[in-house]
């Protein structure tokens, strides 16, 4: 039987839990600086202490896991620290399609997939000279919003931009991409695709806390004029959110043409957990500026399972458990290869 293997940060302990639910053997990878930290938890089987994560492509790392018959469980820390082309190069097999993960990374790649999805997409400013509404400038990857900041026009742009530079967060106007602003209620969208049963499954909603922008609002007017820091999106925590029903029909559908898109663009396709991120405009009209091709930490709000997989399920189903489910089946149908790359 599979044993189910993930770094030390981000979604590890619900994935681990979810997997022990399921009967499989848990492996953390951890750095040794986190080690206090995940040895209180006692459904995490075996702990693989590594300098940095990096080590996962060693010989003896990959053995390790290779012996336990392991499948690795990608995840945002995955994506924010190492390149693409070094994930696509591990040799444990990795539950979903790795390949996707370039497209989450890369800003070109990924506005294309969610223009194939027919998702409404802000637009794009392709030079600071061009600013001409509130823009948000964002950083490549999976930065968890930190250097991200607003701006309304090019000199503020520069001031910012020199700022961030002068911090030693970015080297220049490479680094950071512009998108048109969208006000409205946030939402990130959590679903699970399953290439066994060629069926999406709708895990959930979150909210997301960042930092400092959201202590922005808490800031009278006057003061917040004489403040000269640059907010940040820095991501803290998330909280859950359920949405009106009547808007449940085109989240279904947008999970369903994300799917198909990644089909054509990038074989085997989205497979396994995924999430839309984007903006209730006042219209309700959902506005998409993101994607992650992988389960997303908002979904540790639901270990015990969400409002919508009470639906699905009687019984509690968290992201980390389902993974684990369909690895059993796969296992069961001898269709291993459906569900790793
Ligand atoms: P991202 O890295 O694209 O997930 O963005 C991080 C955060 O920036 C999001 O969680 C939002 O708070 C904010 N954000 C990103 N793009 C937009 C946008 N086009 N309109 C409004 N807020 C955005």
Redesign the pocket.
């Known amino acids: 039987m599979a044993a189910i293997a993930t770094l030390g940060s981000h979604c590890a302990l619900q994935v681990l839990k979810g997997a022990k639910e399921e009967g499989l053997k848990t492996i953390l990878v951890s750095e040794k600086k986190r080690e206090k930290l995940y040895r209180r938890f006692g459904f995490i089987d075996e702990l693989v202490l590594v300098d940095s994560f990096a080590d996962i492509l060693d010989n003896k790392c990959t053995s390790l896991l290779e012996k336990n018959n392991a499948i690795l469980v990608p995840h945002g820390t995955l994506i924010a620290q190492m390149s693409s082309k070094d994930i696509e190069s591990i040799k444990t097999p990795i539950f979903g399609n790795k390949y996707i993960l370039k497209w989450e990374s890369d800003r070109a790649l990924k506005e294309k997939l969610m223009r194939q999805a027919n998702f409404d997409v802000?637009k794009t400013i392709s030079s600071p000279k061009e600013i001409d509404r509130l823009v948000?400038a964002?950083r490549h990857g999976a930065?968890g919003?930190k250097g991200?900041f607003l701006t309304t026009n090019e000199k503020d742009y520069k001031k910012k931009r020199d700022k961030l530079i002068k911090q030693g967060v970015i080297k220049g106007d490479s680094d950071l991409y512009l998108?048109?602003?969208?006000s409205g209620v946030?939402a990130y969208l959590q679903y699970f695709y399953s290439p066994l049963k060629e069926e999406i499954e709708f895990f959930g909603i979150d909210q997301?806390h960042?930092s400092d922008?959201e202590g922005l609002a808490r800031i009278p007017a006057q003061e917040q004029l004489d403040i000269d820091n640059v907010p940040s999106?820095n991501?803290i925590g998330n909280s859950p959110m359920v949405l009106r029903e009547s808007l449940l029909d085109k989240v279904y559908s947008m999970g369903e043409e994300f799917v198909l898109a990644s089909k054509n663009l990038v074989p085997p396709g989205m497979n396994g957990p995924f999430c839309i991120?984007g903006?209730y405009d006042e219209n309700a009209n959902f506005?998409t500026?993101?994607f992650s091709a992988r389960i997303v930490a908002g979904t540790n709000l639901y270990m015990d399972g969400s409002p919508y997989t009470t639906l699905i399920y009687d019984e509690p189903m968290s992201m980390g458990r389902r993974i684990a489910r369909e690895v059993k089946e796969a296992e069961k149908a001898n269709q291993i290869e459906k569900i790793v790359t």
């Not at 998108?179 to 969208?182: G, K, L, N, T």
């Open positions: 802000p948000i964002k930065a919003g991200y998108q048109e602003y969208i946030l997301r960042e922008i999106f991501i991120e903006v506005r500026f993101e």
